[in-house]
Each structure stands twice: as C-alpha cells, then as structure tokens.
C-alpha cells in the first residue's frame, strides 16, 4: 500500500484523488453502484455477502470439507463461482496483525484469494478488522449481528457472515461518498467544509453518521488512488498475449 501524503493540503488532495479513481473504476453513474462482495475470509468458515446493482442481499458462506491446505482450495472455487456469475467490487477484512496465532494460516488464505481477484481483474477495497465493529457501533464480535438486525432489520446467521455483510455495507457507502463527492465537483479547499457541514448528505449517504464519515475517508484517502491495481493486466493476461505474438510471427 502506498504511504499517505504528509499535510493536511496533500491529504485532502490526495482524498480527491482516491475518489476519481473510485468512480472510474465502479463506473461513473452516481445512482447506481456495482455489484459489491463483502469477504470475511478464514480457513474455518468463510463469510460472503454480495450486494447486486438491485440492492438484492445474498448471504453465503463457504465451509471447506477438507484438512490443511486444502481447505484453501475449496474457500477459492466458492469465491470463484461467484466471480463467474458476477463482477463486484471486493471488500475484504484486512489481516489482523497484532493476532498471536493463525496470522500464517490467515495469510496463505488471503494471498490465495488476492490473486485470484488480481486474476479476475476485480477492484479491491481492504477494510481493517476494527472498523467492523466500529461501523455498527458493536462492543464485541458476537453483537454486530444484534446491531444488523437492529439497524438494518436483517437477520444474519453467523458472525462470519455478519462482517460480510458490513464489509459490503462500507464499500457500498465509499463508492456512493466518492460519486457524490465528484457529482459536486469538491475542491481541495472545500473538503473539509464539505465534510463537515454534510454537502454528501443525499439519498443513501443521508443516515450516515459522523464517526463513519470519518472511517470513509480514511479508507479512500489510504486505498482510493490504487485500487486500479487490480484492473490492470494480469500477469496471466500478458503472458497469453506475448504467447500470440510469438505464434503470429512464426
């Protein structure tokens, strides 16, 4: 990930920046946001919830049948079956650092579905695990599905499944903030002002909350300017490509 801008004019402009870069990924329609995977990946259990063009919720998760790595195959063929009926945008937790066990386990995992959505060509946003909690206002892990369900009216069957759900819930509000924030044509001057007095606040963004408001921004200001990344050319892509060349000049 690249470093964040020092100063706060750098940051606000760098802010901007990430929001373009948003838009131009997911599509400039600002009604209308992509299809959004939330990914709440473990060896164990994996939680998915895709939220489609419609608004439609599919809840899902992917218990592997299998012993050591491959479980990590069959966590991969789930979310490949999706990415082949879908295009979302990825929102995946982030790696708990400060874990004492499992960060290795954790990280075979993540690698493996990272590069299936390098592969995939698919956008990804990579949400820190606190800011789960924090989005829902939950005190501990076991009550974000209380929060859902109070918040959203929505009943969720599993923990895993239940930071899916807020995983796709934050990108969905990044991508509606960073259309609206580019529908409004904000200037590095007036971020702050914008920010603050609500200019967002329209449609969706409406019940947004401050202390979320400042989650967003933090999450487009450290992600927004490469999450073209994952749009580019895949190594695959250009090696098949290379491989033609080479038949065609024979």
């Known amino acids: 990930m690249r470093n964040r801008p020092k100063g706060v ?3 606000r402009s760098h802010f901007l920046e990430g929001c373009k870069h948003i838009v131009s990924v997911v599509g400039a329609a600002c009604d209308s946001p992509p299809d959004i995977l939330g990914v709440d990946p473990a ?3 994996t939680g998915l919830c895709l939220r489609t063009t419609k608004d439609k919720i599919i809840l899902k998760k992917i218990t592997p049948k299998f012993k050591g790595f491959s479980k990590v195959i069959d966590v991969e063929k789930g979310v490949r079956k999706i990415l082949n009926n879908y295009n979302p945008l990825i929102a995946i937790e982030g790696y708990a650092m400060n874990a004492r066990f499992g960060r290795e386990l954790a990280g075979e995992l993540g690698g493996v579905l990272r590069r299936l959505f390098f592969f995939k060509k698919r956008p990804m946003l990579v949400v820190a695990p606190l800011s789960l909690k ?3 206002k939950a005190k501990s892990k076991d009550q974000v599905m ?5 918040r959203y009216g929505l009943k969720i069957p599993s923990n ?3 930071d899916a759900f807020v995983l796709q ?5 990044a991508v509606l903030l960073s259309k609206q924030v580019v529908k409004d044509k904000v200037s590095a001057d007036d971020v702050r002002l914008y920010l603050k007095d609500g200019g967002y606040k329209k449609g969706e963004l409406k019940s947004l909350y401050r202390y979320q ?4 921004y933090r999450l487009i200001l450290a992600q927004g300017t490469w999450i073209e990344f994952y749009n580019r050319n895949s190594p695959e892509e250009d090696y098949e490509k290379e491989k ?3 038949s065609s000049k024979a």
């Open 9 to 11: 004019v750098a940051q």
């Open 43 to 45: 060896r164990g259990t």
């Open 134 to 136: 924090a989005w829902v």
């Open 146 to 150: 209380m929060e859902i369900l109070d």
């Open 160 to 162: 895993d499944i239940a």
């Open 169 to 173: 819930e934050i990108a969905h509000k």
């Open 213 to 216: 408001e400042g989650s967003l």
């Open 244 to 246: 033609e060349n080479k």
